[in-house]
């Protein structure tokens, strides 16, 4: 599976952006889905997961109520929408896929994005 993330840039505090993550090469649907970002000098982190239909979502607590996972599975894309931004959002986002041997919610995915870098400013 290879991932491309895109829509990443600079938004202002309280500002809104929506990423994007096409995949190809395998069946989509067979993936859970999810969003991790690493800020500069801080360890990658966990975002937000969706399951391979879209029935389940899991978000990390600092982004509950503001971010939103969906997934399209015919266009092979899955979507992070990021609403009322905060300077301590800024960070590289990475999408990944999971197989189902782990959790959606650790950090043990299969395949990793290059990465969209989003930046917000106060």
């Known amino acids: 599976v290879q991932l491309q993330a895109s829509g990443g840039g600079l938004v202002q505090a309280g500002g809104s952006l929506r990423l994007s993550c096409a995949a190809s090469?395998?069946?989509?649907?067979?993936?859970?889905m999810g969003w991790f970002r690493q800020a500069p000098g801080k360890e990658r982190e966990f975002v937000a997961a969706?399951?391979?239909?879209?029935?389940?979502?899991y978000y990390a607590d600092s982004v509950k109520g503001r971010f939103t996972i969906s997934r399209d599975n015919g266009k092979n894309t899955v979507y992070l929408q990021m609403n009322s931004l905060k300077p301590e959002d800024t960070a590289v986002y990475y999408c990944?896929?999971?197989?189902?041997?782990?959790?959606?919610?650790?950090?043990?995915?299969?395949?990793w994005g290059q990465g969209t870098l989003v930046t917000v400013s106060s």
């Open positions: 969706i399951s391979r239909f879209g029935s389940r979502t």
């Open positions: 090469g395998r069946t989509f649907s067979s993936y859970g």
């Open positions: 990944a896929a999971n197989s189902g041997s782990y959790s959606l919610t650790s950090p043990q995915y299969d395949y």
